[in-house]
């Protein structure tokens, strides 16, 4: 596709429940990331992969979070038994190479809100 | 802990003004730079980046301003206009970082 696309844009769930969301990234980009969002504040890193190799999970808060990619195509984030201070915008960036240092192409987000 | 601290939290600014968004680090293994523009119900879009090689960068209206050894950068758009109206992040990364540090964001409103 032309852009990172995310899906869905919004998802309401109940605290308890698991939801996943999706990333579609860049055609051909190696490199792909997760990001928060929570109401006022910056982007905080959660998960990184490039290409086959071991995926940075330095930033996930905890092991409720989870995040999966196929090679180098759909990623999918997987918060289970959601509490209210997961509410947050999610982000999914990808970038033709890896690191921190290149230009990074972000979705629009997915805004999960836990009731 | 934050890594990069951006001020002001919120700026308001006449139409054709000069926007000024500050930002400070620590870590001075940061090499890269870069300013994300974000519109409400979209993410964040790169908008101009600097490496430290260099105190300015310019295009077009955006200007960055890069004090290294104040480790300081600011972000100035001359002009401004009400669509310069939008949430701005500054950024920084390294060499061998996986991922950006973010700052707090600073929403930007441009009245006519």
């Known amino acids: 596709g032309a852009g990172v696309s995310q899906s869905p844009s919004n998802k309401v769930t109940e605290k308890g429940k698991d939801v996943e969301l999706r990333c579609d990234p860049i055609s051909g980009h190696t490199a792909l990331y997760w990001y928060r969002q929570r109401l006022g504040q910056g982007l905080e890193f959660l998960i990184y992969f490039q290409g086959n190799s071991a995926p940075d999970k330095s930033g996930l808060p905890s092991d409720r979070f989870s995040a999966e990619r196929t090679g180098e195509s759909v990623s999918t984030l997987t918060i289970q038994r959601t509490q209210q201070e997961d509410s947050a915008v999610y982000l999914c960036?990808?970038?033709?190479?890896?690191?921190?240092?290149?230009?990074?192409?972000f979705g629009q987000g997915t805004r999960l809100t836990v009731v | 802990q934050q890594q990069v601290k951006q001020s002001p939290q919120s700026l308001i600014v006449q139409k054709g003004g000069i926007s000024i968004i500050n930002c400070a680090y620590e870590?001075?293994?940061?090499?890269?730079f870069p300013w994300y523009q974000q519109f409400p119900g979209k993410g964040p879009a790169l908008l101009i980046a600097?490496?430290?090689?260099?105190s300015e960068k310019k295009e077009g209206r955006f200007t960055i301003s890069f004090n290294k050894s104040a480790k300081q950068f600011s972000l100035h758009i001359m002009d401004s206009q009400p669509g310069d109206s939008a949430t701005y992040f500054c950024a920084a990364s390294m060499a061998g970082a996986n991922n950006l540090f973010f700052g707090t964001g600073t929403r930007l409103t441009v009245i006519p």
């Open positions: 600097i490496r430290p090689d260099v």
């Open positions: 960036a990808s970038s033709l190479v890896g690191g921190g240092n290149t230009e990074a192409f």
């Open positions: 870590n001075t293994a940061f090499d890269y």
